[in-house]
């Protein structure tokens, strides 16, 4: 694709409303489109997927737990 010219490019998409990207707020068209995206990030509508491995995640809160009983 690199040595295509900048014409022939397929037109990047906003990925919320499916207008033209602006450079500006790319791989938006717009800031609305972009603050309507962070505020999905912020209201946790999002999600980046997690190990399914839970027992790993809680075992540094299992430590410092023991530990704090063995001081008492």
Not at 28 to 38: E, H, K, P, T
Not at 44 to 67: H, I, M, N, T
């Amino acid at each position: 694709m690199a040595d295509e010219p900048e014409r022939a490019r397929k037109p990047r998409l906003c990925p919320l409303c499916g207008k033209p990207t602006d450079p500006r707020y790319r791989p938006f068209c717009s800031a609305l489109c972009r603050d309507r995206d962070l505020l999905a990030w912020l209201e946790e509508r999002y999600a980046v997927p997690a190990l399914a491995d839970e027992a790993a995640a809680s075992k540094p809160a299992e430590a410092s737990r023991e530990r704090r009983e063995k001081e008492d």
